[in-house]
């Protein structure tokens, strides 16, 4: 059992700054948890403290059914892996593998055993004789996450380990993560996972939850499904997805908005989604993702028109971004290739017509915390 629980808690660094505030979190066993946000919102300070690299100040944390504030590292039942993996230059991948067991006087034969096993796992068994000079950027992260296999900790603690790799490495490393974590939960030792990263497709694409923080603070714990559909507040809807939310400061006026100045023209809320928020007439902020606004003439029925100079395109390659504006807004819409085609030959300032998808919209408050106005 290893449920990670973080009670009240909290993190002031000695200089006084204050990078914690009140986390509770249940990380579930054999759970794949992901931590995101922004550069700054105190990811690793989180990741450290479960990993017991840095102090708490205030609160409880528990692993399994112990209270590990005080415990070291080494007690904690812990693997981390980091984004610089750090390899010993002068070792093979399969010393670099066994390294921590030899130093725990682990038997030769089980050490050999765990090492293998790790190795299969991440299909490097031809590896094992290289020194890390001979291994590419993806090969020296498995090797690292090899590290922390052998091991066999209760919990894996991830702090962006793939952020040195370029784009289409991370793309396959997220999915050897992923699949790692199924085959040892299929294999009957599933690992608690606290994986951390500032981007929103890894989180999105390996969290089975997500845990959005900002500043310090948690803003929303969720499935991927429900952090997209459901974003309890502006920060997280703009955050998750991309290209980002368009998000505007818009009126309501019982079900209808007005929007920058278009004029007479108001953007009625379908009843259904009205019905699903607490409204109340004035100042808000309008969220509609840019997939949920087409172009014209392409727009599906119940689709609501509204007048846009075009600003720019972008060929996406199946798709095309298209940046507009409306009543002096900045809005994008994300388009099949088919039906954005006709405006890349556009000037710059042509009146187009975006058609919203109002049954997508969403509403936040219009303070700072901008919180959902759903029910
Ligand atoms: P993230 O990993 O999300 O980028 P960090 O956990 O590294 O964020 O940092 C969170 C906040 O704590 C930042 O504002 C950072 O400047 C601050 N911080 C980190 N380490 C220290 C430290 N040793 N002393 C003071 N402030 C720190
Ligand atoms: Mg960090």
Redesign the pocket.
């Known amino acids: 059992m290893a449920v990670v629980s973080l009670r009240k808690v909290e ?1 002031t ?3 006084g ?1 204050k ?2 505030h009140g986390v509770d979190l249940e990380v579930r066993d054999g759970e794949f948890m992901v ?1 995101v ?12 403290m479960v990993a017991g690299l ?1 102090s708490i100040s205030g609160g409880e944390l528990r692993i399994g059914d112990r209270a590990v504030n005080d415990l070291p590292p080494k007690q904690r039942g812990i693997a981390m892996v980091f984004q610089n993996y750090a390899l010993y230059p002068h070792m093979t991948v399969y010393d670099n593998l066994g390294f921590g067991l030899r130093l725990a006087k682990t038997p030769k034969a089980e050490l050999d055993q765990r090492v293998r096993h790790a190795a299969k796992l991440l299909e490097m068994e031809h590896l094992l004789e290289r020194y890390p000079k001979q291994l590419s950027g993806g090969q020296a992260q498995r090797v690292a996450v090899g590290r922390a296999i052998v091991k066999k900790p209760e919990v894996f603690l991830f ?2 380990p793939l952020s040195n790799l370029d784009a289409k490495l991370r793309a396959a490393m997220r999915v050897r993560l992923t699949e790692l974590h199924r085959a040892l939960r299929d294999a009957g030792q599933p690992a608690t996972t606290i994986y ?1 990263t ?1 981007d929103q497709v890894e989180a999105m694409t390996m969290g089975e939850r997500i845990c959005v ?1 900002k ?2 603070v948690i803003q929303q714990v969720d499935t991927p499904t429900a952090l997209y559909e459901r974003p309890a507040n502006a920060f997280v809807g703009g955050f998750i997805g991309s290209p980002e939310m368009n998000l505007v400061g818009a009126e309501l006026f019982g079900h209808r908005l007005r929007l920058g100045h278009l004029g007479e023209q108001l953007l009625p809320l379908p009843a259904a989604r009205a019905d699903a928020m607490a409204l109340r007439d004035g100042a808000v902020q309008f969220g509609l993702r840019p997939e949920h606004i087409g172009v014209a003439p392409s727009g599906r029925s119940g689709e609501l028109a509204v007048p846009a100079l075009l600003r720019f395109t972008e060929h996406m390659g199946a798709e095309i971004y298209v940046h507009a504006e409306v009543g002096g807004l900045p809005f994008s819409a994300r388009v099949p290739a088919e039906s954005g085609q006709a405006l890349t030959t556009l000037a710059r300032g042509s009146a187009i017509t975006l058609q919203f998808q109002m049954d997508h919209a969403h509403l936040f408050a219009a303070d700072e915390a901008g919180a959902s106005l759903r029910r």
């Open positions: 993190k660094y000695p200089n700054f990078a914690v931590f946000g922004p550069s700054g919102c105190a990811k690793s300070t989180l990741l450290r840095e702090d962006e951390v500032h923080l500043a310090g």
